[in-house]
Structures are given as structure tokens and as C-alpha cells.
């Protein structure tokens, strides 16, 4: 049908019409609508790209044209219109158009009895992250949602981008499927969502190469490296290739993309259709711990591949580009991810499996150690990763988890008690295989929550409501040590530290001793002590090295005296050094276990090596 605001059609339903079902003078009228796009960076070094859209069989008397407003895979309204200047619009001989902004992210343009019509605009992009858009002289990084608009009732109108390099560069790496004709740097998406899952490097950067699951995969570095490449590009195919056997389906049509930023600092990953951007300290690959944070980071963000991409919860996708996609599973999306980033590491032989336990410890006591865990539970701080994950402030720690943390640790005992329920027979990797299959393959969607919970059931041949309404959806403590104990394995726990501890951080900045941080329920919570308070005296001296150490620790029992200056006011505060509660988890395997033991350890995390 026609909308006023553009042409809804789509040439799967006009094809059979133009075939015959109309008359002959229909047919005639009828014209699909095309969309290309040509992005230029003409002077890179003022951190401007220009776009210009060619929108062709749009007959309506206007068409509204948008900029999300956030980027798949990273939960937060960015806003990426702010970056936007000098809007307008042309017929095709040239003629100005009509433009009106008629919300945030939304232009209309008026082109009565123009179907074919020009759009073109800049977009301002100084924000190197996976998450934003980069150009500078030395080379250029875009994600589709920043840089590209839309018309915003044709979200699924295939589209053409013909990229025009600086002068000088000659690499463009990218997902995109190369457009029909050959033309250098030109590419094809079959719809918005592709485009915009569809990141760019654009310069002068090296491409690597390797085959992994019959599949080939590019490495696209950015920026000088360390790296030993027949090393990098073997554990690479390692860790593909063991992540593709936990669902045992091949999801890609063309090479897969790592679009690799070697920077000074290292800042995480964003996981794309076919490709992935990971942002890597250059240094990294120098060491055996950055090595292997580095191949934890590669077998994150390729796994969801399958994880989000693919088997995803019924709100993240087709996305709505103009405000916050809610959903309760990214504990699932995010922390079931990380988890697997481990496991696979684990299973390749990338990491040992004393370091895979060491890891567990430590990711048990990061959970417990943390306040919010009592507060917020898994289900919640997904639902709100929109407003709080990446919005920490002073107090985060003391209301929130992190998704991804409690997310791996559920995911966690869900394997070993799967593995559990039935002998030893099936795990975590089944429940992944079911949802790929049921929603991805069959019925094309993502996921509820109770399709989650059923689908572990189904594998599992029992129910864990009790288990999801307590410890996900609420925030009843995991019970680490039954799960564990399935696979011969024992969960012990000693006091982190045996000084008395206040509750509180302190930082020297610009020579003023502040305070950074107030633990919930700790000494300096009851007591009044405030984030940002200025210490001026403790214990009735000026800070100094050997004062300030008497504030990180000491005697349980030990009064501390702080005078400190708050809105301009000194005022006194008194403390006393209390027992830490935090405790440090080790996971170690028992001395003798069972065969029913050793069989859960074998299904979870491999054969022993």
C-alpha cells in the first residue's frame, strides 16, 4: 500500500504485479525505489565525512529521512544526529527541495512530483571507539548507524555505497558484499540493518588472512603492532573454529571481517553481522597475559556470530533505531558471551585449564565482592543497561552488576547442571543448537524469556524455575559450590584481607586528597564520609604518604579521625576500622573424583589435556 510519507512497496510484492497482475498502464507507472549512497572524505583531517543519498522511485509528496540514534550492540542513546550539519536536498536536475527538521533525528524532505531526488549532509567524526565514527588524516573508521541515514518507512530497501577513499589510501575493509558491476569500492546491503551492522576501515591499513570453518576470515590492522602474524592468524583459526563447534552451524554467505585498531590504549569490542572492530593496545600482543586478553576479546565478539546475531531475545532486532531497545536478557546477549569467550579459550588449548579455574575464581569473587549484587538483579541490569551500565557514577558499584560478570556465572551453573541432569550427555553448547535451530532457522525471530527458560528445560529434561525467578530475576547468591561440585571440583574462600578496612577510596588529584568511593554498609557509610569530600587532617595531621596509608588499612578497632571540607565547610568525621567482608574464591579440583564427575568435567570443558 502507499503511505503519504513514502513508497511501502517492496519488490517482492511489486515483482508478481509488474509481471502481469496489473494493466498494462499500472505497470508502466509502477518504479521500485533505489537508494545509493557515496560517502567522501575529501579532507580527512578536518574529521568530516560527506554523504550524499541518490533516493529514485519515491513519489510521495514527502519523505521523512533519519539518523539513529544508537548502535546495535552497544546499549545507549548516543545521539549521532548532534554530529550532523548542513542538511539539504535537490531534485535530480539540481532544483533546492524543501527541508524541514521535524524531531531530533528526523528531516523531512518535500519533493512533490519529484520521485527522484539528492540528500546530502556532513557528519562531523572525532571518536575513535568501537561504539562511533573516526576520520582524521590518517585514516578513517565509520559505523553504519553514524554515519548513514535512512528513509524511515523503507528501513528495508536494499541500497548501493560507493566509497570514495582519501587521496592516497587505497584499502577499504568491510563486510558488505561488493556491488553487481565491479566497480572498485563499491558494495551492496540488502537492507538498513545490514548497512548498519556493517562497520568501514578505509586507508592504508594491512589485511591478513585465514580460513576457518571452510570460511575465509580478513584481519584488517590498523596501526603499527607487535604482533607474530603466523601466530596471531593460527590461534585466530583456533578460536573460530572452536566457537563454531559449540553451535555447529555456519551462519556466514562471505569472509568474515576483524577490523583490528592497534592504539596506544586498548578500549573492548562491538560485534557486527559479519565482522567485528576490536580495539587493542599495540603493545598487547608482547606479553603472555595481553596475547591471551586479546584472543579472549577475539572469542567474545566472534561468537556472537551466533550469540545476539542469530539467537537473540525477541527485542534486539529488527531494531528501532529511534530510542532504547528494552530487554531482561542480556545477561544472556553479553554474559553468556564472555563466558564462552573463556570456554572456547579453554577448550583450544589457549589457555590452560589451572588458568580457565583461576579465572572462575576471581570472576566469583569480583561478583560477590560487589554490593549491587544484593541490589540489582541480572534480569534488571540488562533491562537498565540503557540508563545505568554506561552511565556509571560514584555509587554504581553499591546498586548495580554488571550483566556481563553475573551473566557468565549464570551461565556458568547452568552448564554444570545440565551436564548434571543428564549424566554427563549434554551441556550448555545443546541449548544454544536448540535456539539456533527453533528461532533463527525456523521461525526467524529472536527468543522470549520463558522460551529461554523452556529451552534449557527441554535439553536439560527438567525445569529450573526456582533457579531463574530466585538468581536471575532476583538476587538470591548463586550456589557455586553444588554446580561445581558436579565436576569433581571444590569452591573455598579465605578473607581478602585481614586489615581493617573504612569503605572508602581516596585519590590525590590536582594535590588534593579526595574521596572516591563510599562502600555500601562499610565504616565510612554509616559515619557520613561523601564522595568528592576534600581530606584535610586524619588523626590530626596533613596528608601525607605515611598518614595516608593509615586510611587503606589497619588494625580492626582503630579510631580514625578526618577533618574534611565539603560545599566549602570543615567538618569532622570519626571512624573506626572495621572487618573486611570481601572474600577471595579458588576453584580446585577435588582428590579423588568419581567417574560421574569426571564425566560432567569432560562435557563442560573438554578432554583433559
Known sequence: MLKNSSLLLCAAAVAPLLAGGWPAAARSAAVLPTLRYTLAMPAPQTHYFEVRMDLGGFPADYTDVKMPVWAPGSYLVREFAKNVEGFQARTAGGQALAVEKISKNTWRVRHAKQANFQVSYKVYAFELSVRTSFLDADHGYLNGSSIFMYP????????????????????????????????????????YDELADSPMEIGNHKVLEFTANGTPHQVAMYGPYTADEPKLLADLKKVCEEAHRVVAQNPLDRPYVFIVHNLERGGGGLEHLYSTTLEVGRTAYGTEAGYKSFMGLAAHEYFHLWNVKRIRPVALGPFNYDQ?????????????????????????????????????????????????????????????????????????????????????????LLDLNIAEATKGEKNLDDVFRLLYATYYQKAKRGFTDQEFQNAVAQVAGRRYDDFFKNSVYGTKTLDYATALGYAGLALSSAPLSAAGTLGATFSNRTGKLLVTGVVREGAAWTAGLNVNDEVLQINGAAPGEETVKSLLGGPVGT????????????????????????????????????AQQQKVLAKWLGPAR
Do not use: C, H
Open 324 to 412: 532504547e531497545n528494552y530487554t531482561n536478557m542480556l545477561w544472556v546477549s553479553e554474559g553468556m558471551t564472555e563466558y564462552y569467550s573463556k570456554l572456547i579459550n579453554e577448550r583450544n588449548g589457549i589457555t590452560s585449564r589451572e588458568e580457565y579455574l583461576g579465572k572462575l575464581g576471581n570472576a566469583i569473587t569480583e561478583v560477590e565482592n560487589t554490593p549491587g549484587n544484593r541490589v540489582q538483579s541480572a534480569a534488571m541490569a540488562s533491562y537498565d543497561a540503557w540508563i545505568r551500565f554506561y552511565r556509571p557514577n560514584e555509587n554504581s558499584s553499591n546498586s548495580q552488576i554488571s550483566y556481563y560478570s553475573k551473566g557468565d556465572l549464570i551461565g556458568t
Open 559 to 594: 579510631p580514625v579521625r578526618l577533618q574534611v571540607r565539603r560545599d566549602g565547610l570543615n567538618r569532622d568525621v570519626n571512624l573506626t576500622m572495621v572487618p573486611s567482608l570481601d572474600l577471595k574464591y579458588q576453584v580446585l579440583p577435588v582428590a579423588s573424583p568419581t
Open 152 to 191: 524511515a518507512e523503507n528501513k528495508a530497501l536494499g541500497s548501493t555505497v560507493a566509497v570514495q577513499p582519501a587521496a592516497g589510501w587505497a584499502q577499504v575493509s568491510t563486510a558488505l558484499r561488493p556491488a553487481a558491476g565491479g566497480a572498485k569500492f563499491t558494495y551492496r546491503a540488502a537492507s
